[in-house]
């Protein structure tokens, strides 16, 4: 289990602190909490003990126990992040102070450390506070920047607390061994969708959910991750660069601009094969019987990859109905790829919109089963593989 420690500080976005700790418990964190004086004024101490199971660190002075309390706490730490943090602990982290229990503390950790604002618009850009965000950030803390947004003092703009999503992304990363650092990797993630008329399209029942796994567990990793994806209903991962596209031709054309300077590529898109031959600029007309729609080919886009890779390790998926096993040895003698990743729609828990799969992994000279796991477990597995074939 990993420990992370929470400071906690008197700002209105305090209560979002509470909806964190539980999504952290999921992952399974050892929760610590140090909260401020000024915090305890908006929410009891009791409420985060009682999310915890532990007694809250406010004050250092207190005379129970002779350990010395904002040392003890931050030892084997994994990380330690403030939110929400306030204009004033901005502050007094910049200048080194250390006048109560969370400031003491946050000096003594030697973890990775994270701060996530939250104040008025004014509050956050005054010129102060701005070159004390810049001081922290020359101290290598790492920012969960705040977002736009309307806020209790009636104000909008930013200065709204993160996405508790982004958060806890920005945790996983922070406590995340890097060997993928330096390294850019590629994903392609999602359906495309062909349009037929300005209403209709073709497309395919991918959810993106193995390429989105596998571009937050190449970020964890440390990697540069440039995530191009077809239209899901899915978050954006936190700190990947993310191109958004809708056809199987803007998805070749973006992996043509981006694949040069990549260490790896994942294609786990589901890029449809063909599309309509002509788009009609207005809406088709319903007829009294058939419709005949013609379809052409589009860009077999690891096929390019394959023939046009230089250093890059690639990696392809595969989805088959029957022949599987033949039909993925086919695919990946001819697409030139070092891995491809094979997936059987009809197994039980494999394929497109569930959180699990189950695959074989196909290399020049293996077949590897793999039990039945969730995405974001294979995710790894599959980096793994890639960083091996690499030799890395
Ligand atoms: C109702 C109320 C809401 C506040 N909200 C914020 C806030 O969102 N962000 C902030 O930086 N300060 C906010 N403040 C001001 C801080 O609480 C104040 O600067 C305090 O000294 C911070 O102490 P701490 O950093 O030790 O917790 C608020 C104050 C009040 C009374």
Known sequence: MKKIVIGITGSIAIYKTCDLISLLKKKNYDIEVIMTEHATKFINPLTFGSLIHKPILVDDFDDTGYQIKHINIVKDASCFIIVPASANIIAKIAHGLGDDALTSAFLAATCPKIIAPAMNVHMYENTATQKNIEICKSYDIHFVEPIDGPMACGYSGKGHIANLDDIVECIDYMTSSHPLKGKHILISAGPTLESIDPVRFISNHSSGKMGYALAKAARNLGGHVTLISGPVSLKIPY????????????????????????????????????????????????????????????????????????????????????????????????KNCDLLVVNDLFEEGAGFKGDTNKVALITKHFVEYLDLMSKDDLSYRIIEKLMKIKGE
């Open 239 to 334: 700190g990947v660069d993310f191109i958004s596209i809708e056809s199987a031709q803007d998805m070749y054309e973006a992996v043509k601009e981006f694949m040069d300077f990549q260490d790896y590529i994942i294609m786990a898109a589901a890029v449809g094969d063909y599309c309509p031959a002509t788009y009609s600029e207005t809406k088709i007309k319903k007829s009294d019987s058939h419709m005949f729609l013609d379809l052409q080919k589009n860009p077999d886009i690891l096929s390019y990859i394959g023939q046009h890779k230089t250093k890059q390790t690639v990696c392809g998926f595969a989805m088959e109905t029957d022949h599987v096993l033949e039909n993925a040895q086919n695919k990946f003698s001819n």
